[in-house]
T-cell receptor
Framework: AQRVTQPEKLLSVFKGAPVELKCNYSYSGSPELFWYVQYSRQRLQLLLRHISRESIKGFTADLNKGETSFHLKKPFAQEEDSAMYYCALKIGSQGNLIFGKGTKLSVKP | GAVVSQHPSWVICKSGTSVKIECRSLDFQATTMFWYRQFPKQSLMLMATSNEGSKATYEQGVEKDKFLINHASLTLSTLTVTSAHPEDSSFYIC????????????FGSGTRLTVV
């Protein structure tokens, strides 16, 4: 069955510390994965997708098919990175997204 | 960039009444839109996929007669919660597929529905 797992509900780090938000997926087809971010009182925004291999706001994520993971990383967290982060998997012919439960990142000063 | 407008942002209604939520793509044509429901402190759950000019595809466990979806134009999809009950209170979010983004999705700001 298709599934996206984000094991951490909450991740708290200090400013300047490295951050890794974990995401694992289960999908029999060729995966297409995304990270979305939701800042307080704002809508979901695309952070990055594995196909583009971009680095947005200092975040990167590499698809590891062997480990079925797509962890989100940033070497030096900033306070403005505090938000909810959702990992999502695109499935189906119509492009449905399955979301993980989300990880709340809290960056302390 | 692509913009999806969702309206209203919040609504309070009495049990038994119906509520319509609109989702508009402002600067692109969206043949496919998605409706999600988000419970407090939980993830987004896909309810249905809305296709312009055809019937929506509902996810398992979602009542078609309860959550009516209409996608009559390339820029507008509506979700009507019929005969609302308190358990329908939730945060509803729409999303549209924007082919200009190379396969990206743009989300509305959501609608907080409270049924009293």
């Amino acid at each position: 069955a298709q599934r996206v797992t984000q094991p951490e509900k909450l991740l708290s780090v200090f400013k300047g510390a490295p951050v890794e938000l974990k995401c694992n997926y289960s999908y029999s087809g060729s995966p297409e994965l995304f990270w979305y971010v939701q800042y307080s009182r704002q809508r979901l925004q695309l952070l990055l997708r594995h196909i583009s291999r971009e680095s947005i706001k200092g975040f990167t994520a590499d698809l590891n098919k062997g480990e079925t993971s797509f962890h989100l990383k940033k070497p030096f967290a900033q306070e403005e990175d505090s938000a909810m982060y959702y990992c999502a998997l695109k499935i189906g012919s119509q492009g449905n997204l399955i979301f993980g439960k989300g990880t709340k990142l809290s960056v302390k000063p | 960039g692509a913009v999806v407008s969702q309206h209203p942002s919040w609504v309070i209604c009495k049990s038994g009444t119906s509520v319509k939520i609109e989702c508009r793509s402002l600067d692109f044509q969206a043949t496919t839109m998605f409706w999600y429901r988000q419970f407090p402190k939980q993830s987004l759950m896909l309810m249905a996929t809305s296709n312009e000019g055809s019937k929506a595809t509902y996810e398992q466990g979602v009542e078609k007669d309860k959550f009516l979806i209409n996608h009559a134009s390339l820029t507008l999809s509506t979700l009507t919660v019929t005969s609302a009950h308190p358990e329908d209170s939730s945060f509803y979010i729409c999303s549209a597929y924007d082919p200009r983004q190379g396969g990206g999705y743009t989300f509305g700001s959501g609608t907080r529905l409270t049924v009293v």
